[in-house]
């Protein structure tokens, strides 16, 4: 019987020790985790796809936390090691083991900007996302133009191409439809598509957002008169065989040549956009201004002259070229 007793006693000993020891062990991984981390400045890493045990190390060897034991450890006891994520993370200096567990958890990963300029063909936009290196895998072919709406576009790293595509396309589709739901009207275009068209060679004419819906007007009220757009980003466009840069200023003779997307010599819309146009000149093609001009200029300043008749517009070509001239002189007056 006193053996017995003896036993029982040691083994509540044992018993007890250990509830101790746990019990501390436990309060020591609960300090342990809000205790700030070794990392002395803000550090973005990418953290690999592996198990838990590797993905503890990998985390000590790069100095986020000090004890790759007790993090798994953590990790276990929460109910997180399924939980963690890969990919590319921000963190701040002294971070503590909890939120390096919640940031895993949460996969917030660093975004990067891809920024796609408005009235790039799809092609300068195709070679853009090749040369993003945080993107990852092929694209398509390049489609035509028009179907990409440009956008500063935010993506993880590894982000797959043809999905950041994907997301452009739709973008389009939808600022299409709910622009075209909210257009004037009277609008010389059949579909949604021709918008697109006129939308493109407004975002080629003026860079300048507050002379996109002035420009969609000539444009728009030459249509209605069945006059010429007389465009010259289109001769540009017919001249380099679908491109948007033609290195040099345009000659009378360019403005002759026989293509389907000169609008010099067709009448109407070319047959397709000659650019992707951003929201901006969208909008001005489906609301233009309520003006009467049917011609414009550049003004020698970035911007342009707009005239209601083709006597304004002799004025204000005669203007422009005694400002090109003088600048060719280095006049400053």
């Given at each position: 019987?006193?053996?017995?007793?003896?036993l029982?006693?040691?083994?509540?000993?044992?018993?007890?020790?250990f509830?101790?020891?746990?019990?501390l062990?436990?309060?020591?991984?609960?300090?342990?985790?809000d205790?700030?981390?070794?990392?002395?400045?803000?550090?973005?890493?990418v953290?690999?796809?592996?198990?838990?045990g590797?993905?503890?190390?990998?985390?000590?060897?790069?100095?986020?936390?000090?004890r790759?034991?007790?993090?798994?450890?953590?990790?276990?006891?929460?109910?997180?090691e399924?939980?963690?994520?890969a990919?590319?993370?921000?963190?701040?200096?002294?971070?503590?083991?909890r939120?390096v567990?919640?940031?895993?958890e949460s996969?917030?990963v660093v975004?990067?900007?891809?920024?796609?300029?408005?009235?790039?063909?799809t092609?300068?936009?195709?070679?853009?996302?090749?040369?993003?290196?945080?993107?990852?895998?092929?694209?398509?072919?390049?489609?035509r133009?028009?179907?990409l709406?440009?956008?500063?576009?935010?993506v993880?790293?590894?982000?797959?191409r043809?999905?950041?595509?994907?997301?452009?396309?739709?973008?389009?589709r939808?600022?299409?439809?709910?622009?075209?739901?909210?257009?004037?009207?009277?609008?010389?275009?059949?579909?949604?598509e021709?918008?697109?068209?006129?939308?493109?060679?407004?975002?080629?004419?003026?860079?300048?957002?507050?002379?996109?819906?002035?420009?969609?007007?000539?444009?728009?009220?030459?249509?209605?008169?069945?006059?010429?757009?007389?465009?010259?980003?289109t001769?540009?466009?017919?001249?380099?065989?679908?491109?948007?840069?033609?290195?040099?200023?345009?000659?009378?003779?360019?403005?002759?040549?026989?293509h389907?997307?000169n609008?010099?010599?067709?009448?109407?819309l070319?047959?397709?956009?000659?650019a992707?146009?951003?929201?901006?000149?969208?909008?001005?093609?489906?609301?233009?201004?309520?003006?009467?001009?049917?011609?414009?200029?550049?003004?020698?300043?970035?911007?342009?002259?707009?005239?209601?008749?083709l006597?304004?517009?002799?004025?204000?070509?005669?203007?422009?070229?005694?400002?090109r001239?003088?600048?060719?002189r280095?006049?400053?007056?």
């Amino acid at each position: 019987m006193r053996l017995v007793v003896r036993l029982v006693g040691a083994l509540v000993s044992v018993a007890l020790f250990f509830g101790v020891a746990g019990f501390l062990g436990l309060r020591w991984l609960e300090r342990w985790l809000d205790a700030p981390g070794p990392l002395a400045e803000e550090r973005i890493l990418v953290v690999p796809r592996s198990g838990l045990g590797a993905l503890s190390a990998f985390l000590e060897e790069n100095g986020i936390v000090d004890r790759a034991w007790a993090f798994e450890l953590a990790a276990r006891l929460s109910g997180r090691e399924r939980a963690l994520k890969a990919g590319e993370y921000r963190f701040a200096a002294g971070t503590t083991p909890r939120a390096v567990l919640e940031l895993l958890e949460s996969g917030r990963v660093v975004l990067h900007r891809i920024t796609i300029p408005e009235g790039l063909t799809t092609r300068e936009v195709h070679a853009l996302l090749e040369a993003a290196e945080v993107l990852e895998g092929p694209l398509p072919p390049p489609g035509r133009n028009g179907t990409l709406l440009p956008e500063t576009w935010l993506v993880p790293r590894g982000e797959l191409r043809i999905r950041v595509l994907e997301r452009m396309q739709e973008a389009m589709r939808a600022t299409l439809e709910e622009l075209w739901a909210g257009r004037a009207p009277g609008l010389p275009y059949a579909r949604p598509e021709e918008a697109v068209i006129l939308a493109s060679l407004v975002e080629r004419e003026t860079p300048k957002e507050e002379e996109r819906p002035l420009v969609a007007a000539v444009f728009v009220n030459r249509l209605k008169l069945g006059m010429r757009l007389q465009s010259d980003p289109t001769v540009i466009f017919a001249l380099t065989g679908g491109r948007n840069e033609l290195g040099r200023p345009l000659s009378r003779k360019d403005l002759e040549i026989d293509h389907p997307f000169n609008t010099y010599r067709i009448a109407g819309l070319p047959p397709e956009p000659i650019a992707n146009p951003g929201r901006g000149a969208l909008a001005a093609a489906l609301r233009p201004a309520e003006v009467d001009y049917l011609y414009f200029v550049a003004d020698g300043r970035g911007g342009h002259l707009f005239a209601r008749d083709l006597a304004e517009h002799n004025r204000n070509v005669a203007r422009w070229r005694q400002m090109r001239e003088a600048a060719e002189r280095g006049d400053d007056g």
